[in-house]
């Protein structure tokens, strides 16, 4: 089993920024991709942003130029989503996602965390 623990959603205006942050308890060896899905009221769940084992990222275009996603393992896995320049249409619900090879390989989420965009 793999936790993700998500954190760093809130309410900003728009032009705003915020980082989001999901610790994953798993080494970054074993995770084949790890990345950032969203899903807002009366919509699908979708993709934001991802990156893969070899540090290639990609994005959705609504992210293209103003999310940029990274990652880091100091004693512990870390994938961040930061995000700037935000939208009202940006506000969802923010997941964090990573499917993992070897024991326990598969896909796992976080719980999410609320990002609402308003004046």
């Known amino acids: 089993q793999v936790q993700l623990a998500e954190s760093g959603g809130g309410l900003v205006p728009p032009g705003g920024s915020l980082t989001l942050s999901c610790v994953i308890s798993?080494?970054?060896?074993?995770?084949?991709?790890m990345g950032w899905y969203r899903q807002a009221p009366g919509k699908e769940r979708e993709l934001v942003a991802r990156?893969?084992?070899?540090?290639?990222?990609?994005y959705a275009d609504s992210a293209k130029g103003r999310f940029t996603i990274s990652r880091e393992t100091n004693g512990e896995t870390t994938m961040y989503l930061q995000m700037n320049s935000l939208k009202p249409e940006d506000t969802a619900v923010y997941y964090c996602?990573?499917?993992?090879?070897?024991?326990?390989?598969?896909?796992?989420w976080g719980q999410g965390t609320q990002v609402t965009v308003s004046p």
């Open positions: 990156i893969g084992n070899d540090g290639t990222a990609d």
């Open positions: 996602n990573v499917y993992k090879l070897s024991v326990g390989r598969g896909y796992y």
């Open positions: 798993a080494p970054i060896s074993t995770i084949f991709v």
